[in-house]
């Protein structure tokens, strides 16, 4: 509970004093009825001269607003720009979101003698009506302190993205594997929102419905394969984003280093946030089915904690057998088996148990079996590289061409997701016990000309299935459902492989701006979208980046620096193609500035050398607004949102976003210290006279991002 703070009256004015004399003594009263009788007081702004007081600053708020030449904007008044009236009001920045309220340790100020202060402000802060002499301006003691010296500034939520509902602002899809674990868990809420409709058969958000879509209408092979699959990607993210509104589907990397492209099977296989799992609140329900011994049951709570992780429902099963000495076999209606996928379901609802990845008939390797290879960074590159949208996406109707993209890696990846159930049994059965470490048997063919029948059949053996039912998920099919297109969407890992192939066509995008499809007003069923309208993904209010940081700031008062605390980067993160500092909904600044930037080195200023300096970053250049030319409201901040019907275009006073590049300082600290796992961002404002400026720049926030 908050401690409540005493408040001091309001003291009748006396006749013969000034205002000026009357504010000194009121927070001089204030101030004094926070000091414990003996104690030491220090010198205080309103103790000083009238000029000093009026340039007085606290962590970069201007005390007292600077007086604005006549305008025919009519703003806001100077005492509520004053940073003192907002302190002692308790209003952003000083509402205890940034700061806390005036006075600090003291008595809250009564609201008539704040009054009294606001409009002596107002009135041109007068010293004397009587003509009384300022005090000496030399035994000034006034401290302007800076925001650094307060505190840096936080990342919101260690890896969190900033989402903002406004123009000029892209949601982040983001890389699978740099995503920070709460942010995981809050995708798999939303995975299990829509899992939870599919009772509801005639809501359309719900999973079966969604998946039914790919099952009926996906393009494959010409050139609506990539925008047909960025409207479904978008659409499926939109039903998320109904029950978890920041969500966005995330990006798979396959390239990724611990992925060993070169050697996959001896590589991580599929993303962590998408292995098996048992997490500890489920053990207590797969208990009462499989009533473990002492010895199992402890067996298994080591599972949890550490989380141990595993890539297929035969790698669990096996290690059930070997590790935790449980006897359960393959069969569909072993209710040991039922009930332990059960609790990998409640444990991870992005694990999916018709999944068998890397697995492959008779141990072959996806080169051995398919007669694929995982796709490399070689080969992305190899395909980023061309340079017409037919080789690259697919040609059309008239030029009939499948593109690479579509290919390999697109196909590979759903064959390596899916891969083939190590304990299927031609025709339609199953092991009788897992074979755990021993190699399996290729299934045997079916006589004559039946076994190629029977293998085209079996990516499309879809009829009389009930998708996404319990009993579904219990089944033994020979491929896993991603191996299919016909069923590959029932699988959630379907969305972050697609995420990362419209990510690779965003990209291949900014390498050949003018390269298109050809028929770009064809309709892409079942929606309303033309090729054309998913051309341009900004539209569609998204980006890409490895991973993001943002570090909230506020509009509501002025700074003259940012210093940002060291920001955690790993292995993973490290690996990133660019960075990016990015300045979030900045106003029209009253005078044009520069803002220098600097990685790792938080004590910089205005006379911090640049040239040579491996920290310095880069610089951006803000032109100011200038002399006012309007009527009343001309320089107000528009808002957020126009009003209801209002159609025109948005307003010339709209704040603005600035990016700097940061890649070559940011590389090459990397470069010097191998062992760099934290970046520090520093922003100066820089006046034209080459000074800082401390109470010029306002800014929603900063933010750091990294790019693929």
């Given at each position: 509970m908050a401690r409540k703070r005493s408040v001091v009256k309001a003291a009748p004015t006396p006749g013969p004093k000034t205002r000026y004399a009357r504010v000194k003594e009121i927070l001089g009263a204030s101030a004094q009825a926070g000091i414990k009788?003996?104690?030491?007081?220090?010198?205080?702004?309103?103790?000083?001269?009238?000029?000093?007081?009026?340039?007085?600053?606290?962590?970069?708020?201007?005390?007292?607003?600077?007086?604005?030449?006549?305008?025919?904007?009519?703003?806001e008044s100077r005492s509520a720009s004053s940073g003192l009236i907002k302190a002692l009001r308790g209003e952003a920045p000083f509402d205890g979101s940034r700061f806390p309220p005036l006075p600090w340790g003291g008595a809250a100020v009564a609201k008539a003698d704040i009054q009294l202060i606001a409009d002596w402000i107002d009135d041109g802060c007068p010293e004397d009506e009587r003509g009384n002499m300022p005090l000496d301006a030399a035994k000034s003691d006034i401290v302007h302190a800076q925001v650094i010296d307060l505190a840096e500034f936080e990342v919101r939520n260690a890896g969190a993205r900033r989402y903002a509902y406004r123009d000029g602002e892209p949601r982040q899809r983001a890389n699978l594997d740099c995503l920070s674990e709460p942010e995981v868990d809050e995708l798999r809420a939303a995975f299990r929102a829509i899992y939870d409709l599919d009772g509801r058969e005639e809501d359309r958000r719900n999973y079966n419905n969604q998946a039914l879509i790919h099952q009926n209408h996906c393009q494959h092979g010409w050139e609506r394969f990539l925008p047909w699959?960025?409207?479904?990607?978008?659409?499926?993210?939109?039903?998320?984003?109904?029950?978890?509104?920041?969500?966005?589907?995330?990006?798979?990397?396959?390239?990724?280093?611990?992925?060993?492209?070169?050697?996959?099977?001896?590589?991580?296989?599929?993303?962590?946030?998408?292995?098996?799992?048992?997490?500890?609140?489920?053990?207590?329900?797969?208990?009462?089915?499989?009533?473990?011994?002492?010895?199992?049951?402890?067996?298994?709570?080591?599972?949890?904690?550490?989380?141990?992780?595993?890539?297929?429902?035969?790698?669990?099963?096996?290690?059930?057998?070997?590790?935790?000495?449980?006897?359960?076999?393959?069969?569909?209606?072993?209710?040991?088996?039922?009930a332990m996928?059960?609790?990998?379901?409640?444990?991870?609802?992005?694990?999916?148990?018709?999944?068998?990845?890397?697995?492959?008939?008779?141990?072959?390797?996806?080169?051995?079996?398919?007669?694929?290879?995982?796709?490399?960074a070689e080969d992305i590159e190899q395909i980023l590289s061309l340079n017409n949208f037919r080789d690259?996406?697919?040609?059309?109707?008239?030029?009939?061409?499948?593109?690479?993209?579509?290919?390999?890696?697109?196909?590979?990846?759903?064959?390596?997701?899916?891969?083939?159930?190590?304990?299927?049994?031609?025709?339609?059965?199953?092991?009788?016990?897992?074979?755990?470490?021993?190699?399996?048997?290729?299934?045997?063919?079916?006589?004559?000309?039946?076994?190629?029948?029977?293998?085209?059949?079996?990516?499309?053996?879809?009829?009389?299935?009930?998708?996404?039912?319990?009993?579904d998920m219990y089944s033994q099919p020979h491929l896993g459902d991603m191996f299919s297109n016909l069923t590959a969407s029932y699988d959630p890992i379907f969305w972050p492989v697609h995420a990362n192939v419209d990510r690779l066509w965003w990209e291949w995008q900014m390498r050949n701006p003018t390269g298109a499809p050809y028929d770009l007003d064809s309709v892409l069923s079942p929606w309303s979208y033309t090729i054309r309208d998913m051309l341009d993904v900004s539209r569609f209010g998204y980006e890409y980046v490895r991973c993001s940081f943002f570090m909230p700031v506020g509009m509501e008062a002025p700074i003259g620096r940012f210093v940002s605390k060291p920001i955690k980067i790993n292995e993973r993160t490290k690996k990133f193609k660019k960075a990016e500092i990015r300045m979030h909904w900045v106003p029209q600044l009253a005078r044009s500035c520069f803002v220098r930037a600097f990685v790792n080195q938080p004590g910089a200023n205005a006379n911090t050398e640049i040239r040579d300096n491996p920290n310095y970053a880069g610089y951006l250049a803000i032109f100011g607004h200038g002399e006012c030319y309007g009527g009343p409201g001309h320089c107000d901040l528009p808002p957020a949102r126009a009003r209801p019907f209002d159609q025109r275009p948005r307003s010339h006073n709209m704040p603005r976003n600035h990016r700097l590049d940061v890649t070559k300082a940011v590389q090459?600290?990397?470069?010097?210290?191998?062992?760099?796992?934290?970046?520090?961002?520093?922003?100066?404002v820089i006046g034209v006279d080459y000074r800082e400026e401390n109470d010029l720049l306002r800014l929603e926030g900063v933010s750091l991002n990294l790019l693929d």
């Open positions: 009788p003996g104690s030491s007081t220090t010198a205080r702004f309103w103790d000083a001269s009238l000029e000093d007081f009026k340039k007085a600053s606290i962590y970069g708020v201007r005390l007292i607003a600077p007086e604005q030449p006549a305008s025919c904007c009519a703003g699959h960025r409207a479904y990607l978008y659409e499926f993210e939109q039903n998320l984003q109904d029950f978890k509104k920041d969500i966005m589907v995330p990006y798979w990397d396959w390239t990724m280093p611990h992925y060993k492209p070169h050697q996959p099977d001896k590589g991580c296989i599929i993303p962590q946030a998408f292995q098996a799992f048992l997490a500890p609140d489920v053990l207590d329900d797969m208990f009462t089915v499989l009533k473990p011994t002492q010895a199992q049951a402890k067996a298994f709570r080591a599972m949890t904690e550490p989380r141990m992780y595993f890539v297929s429902q035969q790698a669990f099963f096996c290690h059930v057998i070997d590790k935790v000495g449980y006897h359960v076999t393959p069969s569909p209606t072993d209710p040991n088996r039922q996928i059960d609790a990998l379901l409640a444990s991870n609802p992005l694990w999916y148990p018709l999944r068998y990845p890397a697995q492959y008939d008779g141990n072959q390797t996806i080169n051995q079996r398919i007669h694929y290879h995982y796709p490399t690259f996406g697919g040609g059309n109707v008239y030029n009939a061409s499948f593109g690479f993209l579509d290919q390999n890696p697109h196909n590979t990846m759903h064959i390596w997701t899916g891969g083939q159930n190590p304990e299927f049994k031609a025709p339609n059965s199953f092991a009788s016990a897992y074979a755990c470490g021993k190699p399996m048997p290729d299934n045997p063919e079916l006589p004559g000309g039946q076994a190629l029948a029977e293998r085209r059949n079996l990516m499309v053996m879809v009829k009389d299935r009930k998708f996404h039912s319990r009993k090459r600290l990397m470069d010097r210290d191998k062992k760099l796992d934290e970046l520090q961002i520093t922003l100066l």
